[in-house]
């Protein structure tokens, strides 16, 4: 059982680029999250969506959008890198919203 | 404005002891609490929750206890371990569905010293 599945583990993107980062569930979990880590800042909430078909805004959303058109997969999506992105992205999951949630390895971003 | 704080971004504590990591929290819309570890190029990993109906919960050597009163709950880990030390995430929810998503604190690198 593979859990979340992030794609790549790392990238290194040139300032003004698009970028879509990866995340697939097979726990048929219904809510799923992003999440940046940054030094100092602990865990800050991205984008959300509790079931597919649906998303929302979390604390720091500008400059991301997503998507949920199936249960399983969650992209988050950069439209115009800038170099305040450079961070860590974890996708995570959880059976219903607001519960334990379980989270991929991460996505080392480099913004240049 | 943080609504889940961890006030001590470090704590050290020798092998066998105890350790003891606190959270404070303000917004008292939150009833489900939880707590992550997390190990450097992983990501974070579940490790126990607690309901508002509940002021102790227990899983093996840890255990968390909550006071509603003083929006603090904390994390014991009895004894420590040397594969203790990592970074320690607290988190809350609104379970009821309120704001969405898990809210966390900042974080606290547990060191565990032989």
């Known amino acids: 059982i593979a859990g979340i599945t992030q794609a790549p583990t790392s990238q290194i993107l040139a300032a003004g680029r698009r970028m879509t980062l990866r995340c697939t569930q097979d726990m048929r979990h219904n809510a799923m999250y992003w999440y940046r880590q940054d030094l100092g800042l602990g865990l800050r909430l991205i984008h959300y969506s509790n079931t597919a078909g649906t998303t929302g805004k979390g604390e720091v959303p500008d400059g991301y959008s997503v998507s949920r058109a199936n249960t399983d997969d969650f992209p988050l999506t950069l439209a115009s890198a800038v170099p305040s992105q450079t961070s860590v992205y974890f996708c995570?999951?959880?059976?219903?919203?607001?519960?334990?949630?379980?989270f991929g390895q991460g996505t080392r971003l480099t913004v240049v | 404005d943080q609504q889940v704080k961890q006030n001590s971004p470090s704590l050290s504590v020798q092998e066998g002891r105890i350790s003891i990591l606190n959270c404070d929290y303000t917004n008292s819309m939150f009833d489900y609490f939880l707590w992550y570890k997390k190990y450097p190029a992983e990501g974070p990993t579940f490790l126990i929750s607690i309901s508002s109906i509940k002021d102790k919960n227990e899983d093996g050597r840890f255990t968390v206890f909550l006071n509603k009163s003083a929006k603090h709950l904390s994390l014991h880990i009895v004894p420590s371990q040397p594969g203790d030390s990592a970074v320690y995430f607290c988190a809350a929810s609104e379970s009821g569905g309120g704001a969405d998503g898990l809210t966390f604190g900042k974080g606290t690198h547990l060191i565990i010293q032989p």
């Open positions: 995570a999951s959880s059976r219903q919203q607001n519960t334990e949630a379980f």
